[in-house]
């Protein structure tokens, strides 16, 4: 089951000292396979998304993402790009890039989209109840996804528990991603 964390300005701060500081705590913990920065607030986020890429390789995360923008991701030097379900027209501009593309998605049809525009894997969300992300899917609608999906799914959405990452491991997810977990 692979592991991957997803940043929160609420936790990891706007500024290099605090993300760095939280980042490496965090780091401390637990080892994800997968690193993403996401911030949407920040003026800043070019330079803490290096800082962030940074941190991520000194701590031995094998794959390390940037929120949203292709271009900051390949000129910061990450791996991939994470796509919001709104951006699928963003996914082979990536992938010329040479970056490994997730693609944020919440229905089947979104998740079969991503698939078919040549994305690597998709989070699928909530599976599990999430502060201000809706009804949660449930484990039968996330094994429905994995069923049809021919790439890697990372189940999203209220996962905060060893119990939690095992059933949907059971269900034959790809991996979980999470903010709260890894706080």
């Known amino acids: 089951m692979k592991s ?23 780091l401390d913990r637990h080892t ?18 290096r800082v962030f890429i940074d941190t991520c390789r000194e701590n031995k995360v094998p794959h390390v993402l940037v929120h949203g923008d292709a271009l900051i991701a390949y000129q910061a030097g990450a791996d991939g790009v994470h796509l919001t379900s709104h951006q699928f027209t963003e996914i082979g501009h990536a992938k010329s890039r040479g970056l ?18 040549g994305a690597d894997a ?6 599990f109840a999430s502060p201000h992300k809706g009804e949660p899917k449930g484990l039968e609608d ?10 890697p799914i990372f189940a999203l ?7 939690q990452i095992n059933e ?12 709260r977990y890894f706080i």
């Open 4 to 26: 991957y964390l997803i940043t929160d300005p609420l936790f990891y701060g706007h500024s290099v000292e605090t993300l760095t500081d939280r980042l490496k705590g965090v």
């Open 32 to 49: 994800p396979d997968y690193a993403l920065f996401r911030d949407k607030e920040t003026p800043f986020y070019p330079e803490l998304a």
């Open 100 to 117: 490994y593309v997730v693609v944020s998605t919440h229905t089947h049809m979104e998740a079969l989209m991503a698939q078919g525009l």
């Open 122 to 127: 998709v989070t699928y969300s909530p599976i």
């Open 142 to 151: 996330l094994k429905a996804i994995v069923d049809k999906m021919e790439i």
């Open 157 to 163: 959405g209220g996962i905060l528990s060893q119990e």
């Open 168 to 179: 949907v491991e059971a269900v034959g997810a790809y991996g979980f991603a999470s903010i």
